[in-house]
């Protein structure tokens, strides 16, 4: 994939997917060129025997087909950057307070360090095809962050309108969009 | 700035519509969004695909969603169609540019563009 925006949409799927009812992703940049990229869900998490198994591109739980990238991807792009990927998740089968947290730590100074893409976008895809569940958004940088809450922006809507509506994704366009440029 | 409060305006604006729109939608645009899309370039596509049928004024009758993997990962990004009382239509390969003609001569002029269907495409 060939920016970071690609992989932040790519694994959040796997939280919707997850039947999440509430996802934070969270990118903090610090002043030594590290970016670590947080995705937690309260979706149904998975066993430990699944955890250890997420890393494998010959592991998945789909029938569709016989690989699952997502995970495997992410881990390859952040060690070649000299960071890594962690995931820690509750299984809904054992804990009441389940879900799972994706964190990938990235070194953007290393040469394979790729570009971050459009995030704007990748936050509006999510909201497109899960008006229902809560995203909550943070980019932070040195020169300042974006925060972006679907809560919020549903308690003014009111439950009629859907997020997904095109006269509201089209705002949130603009939100993010102007955020971003304040950070760049 | 872009402040929380336009939303009520949206709001305002909406009220009308909300009411034609339940129930309306006999067209679905599926746009394929699993790891296998989005490397391929899903993300443009769909996006396209939502904004060009709000410019054709097609929301209330098309209705743009997203799915997993269907299985055909090599043709990615995969778009399929279903129509009420109409068979499933494949698109394959797509780029925002062919979603923009799609939107055009499919959902508003009602004849699917055959040059990008999966049986008339090689890999």
């Known amino acids: ?6 992989y932040v949409l790519d694994i959040a799927m796997n939280s ?17 060129a590290v970016l670590t990229l947080t995705i937690r869900d309260d979706g149904c998490g998975m066993s430990q025997e699944q955890v250890q198994r997420l890393f494998d591109p010959f592991y998945t739980t789909r029938k569709t087909r016989s690989v699952g990238l997502g995970v495997p991807f992410l881990q390859m792009l952040a060690r070649q950057t000299g960071g890594d990927v962690t995931v820690v998740s ?47 958004y943070r980019h932070s940088t040195p020169s ?21 509506s095109y006269e509201v994704l089209a705002f949130i366009r603009e939100f993010l969009h102007e955020q971003h440029q304040q950070i760049q | 700035m872009k402040s929380l409060s336009e939303l009520a305006a949206i709001r305002e604006q909406m009220k009308d519509k909300v009411a034609i729109r ?20 899903a993300r443009p596509v769909l996006n396209t695909f939502v904004e060009e049928v709000a410019a054709a004024n097609l929301t209330d009758k098309v209705m ?23 068979e ?22 009602g004849k ?12």
């Open chain 1, 1 to 6: 994939m060939k920016d970071l925006s690609l």
């Open chain 2, 22 to 41: 339940t129930g309306s939608g006999n067209i679905r645009v599926v746009v394929g969004m699993a790891t296998c899309g989005i490397s391929a370039g």
């Open chain 2, 112 to 123: 699917p563009v055959s040059e990008y269907l999966i049986g008339n495409t090689k890999l």
């Open chain 1, 144 to 164: 300042g962050s974006v925060k972006m809450d679907t809560a919020e922006m549903r308690s003014v809507l009111g439950e009629d309108i859907s997020l997904g």
């Open chain 1, 90 to 136: 509750k299984s809904a089968a054992e804990f009441a307070d389940h879900g799972t947290v994706v964190t990938a730590v990235f070194h953007t100074d290393h040469i394979d360090f790729i570009p971050l893409g459009d995030l704007t976008e990748s936050i509006l895809t999510l909201i497109q095809g899960s008006p229902d569940v809560d995203f909550v």
């Open chain 2, 64 to 86: 743009v969603t997203q799915t997993g993997c269907i299985g055909i990962c090599q043709y990615e990004p995969v778009v399929e169609v279903f129509e009420d009382g109409k």
């Open chain 2, 88 to 109: 499933k239509v494949t698109y394959v390969k797509m780029t925002p540019e062919k979603a923009k003609r799609v939107v055009e001569e499919h959902l508003k002029g």
């Open chain 1, 16 to 32: 919707v997917r997850a039947g999440a009812k509430h996802i934070a992703i969270t990118l903090e940049e610090d002043s030594h």
